[in-house]
T-cell receptor, first 116, second 111 residues
């Protein structure tokens, strides 16, 4: 149980274009999902908390107009990187809980974004 | 903000050896989690700890939630090649939904 699916697993796009990444909870409902970014050989950095039916909560320093988050249903959150630049190239990972606040986070397999 | 210090940053061991890594925090956590991440994949949950002093095992892995609630360790016994990867500790404070991650421990095993 507690499977989080992320799509696509990798994507290459040109500068200036937008890319959408999907995160789905396959066997449970998630009112809250979390989006992380990971640079090579670094730890996970929380970007934003995605809330079903309401606006996402962004961490300090994360541009909300650049990283658009939509959580339209209890099983799907999307992250759209708008007007991508090469410095947006990174590994993006989503996660969700299958229980209350104290339950552990389960992660998707991540999306490798390369902006050329 | 909250920070976790995870050590060591990297380990190079022989197959069959035991491994120990730990995390310390400047503040109290209510939950400690240990994850393993393979290259190009998302972290996979290994062990979850919910009570101070709790000692939990998962096969060859053992983790403990420190009595002070500010630290945790993970031990791996009799390491095998598939243990190679990056191990992350993560903590969650009271009322907070988000996790704070350690810097990771990169484990390399020489056959």
């Amino acid at each position: 149980g507690a499977v989080v699916s992320q799509h696509p697993s990798w994507v290459i796009c040109k500068s200036g274009t937008s890319v959408k990444i999907e995160c789905r909870s396959l066997d449970f409902q998630a009112t809250t999902m979390f989006w992380y970014r990971q640079f090579p050989k670094k730890s996970l950095m929380l970007m934003a908390t995605s809330n079903e039916g309401s606006k996402a909560t962004y961490e300090q320093g994360v541009e909300k107009d650049k990283f658009l988050i939509n959580h339209a249903s209890l099983t799907l959150s999307t992250l759209t990187v708008t007007s991508a630049h090469p410095e947006d190239s990174s590994f993006y990972i989503c996660s969700a809980r299958d229980g209350g606040r104290g339950s552990p986070l389960h992660f998707g397999n991540g999306t490798r974004l390369t902006v050329t | 903000g909250q920070q976790l210090n995870q050590s060591p940053q990297s380990m190079f061991i022989q197959e069959g050896e035991d491994v120990s890594m730990n995390c310390t925090s400047s503040s109290i956590f209510n939950t400690w989690l240990w994850y393993k991440q393979d290259p190009g994949e998302g972290p996979v949950l290994l062990i979850a700890l919910y009570k101070a002093g709790e000692l939990t095992s998962n096969g060859r892995l053992t983790a403990q939630f420190g009595i002070t609630r500010k630290d945790s360790f993970l031990n791996i016994s009799a390491s095998i090649p598939s243990d190679v990867g990056i191990y992350f500790c993560a903590g969650q404070g009271g009322g907070a939904q988000k996790l704070v991650f350690g810097q990771g421990t990169r484990l390399t095993i020489n056959p």
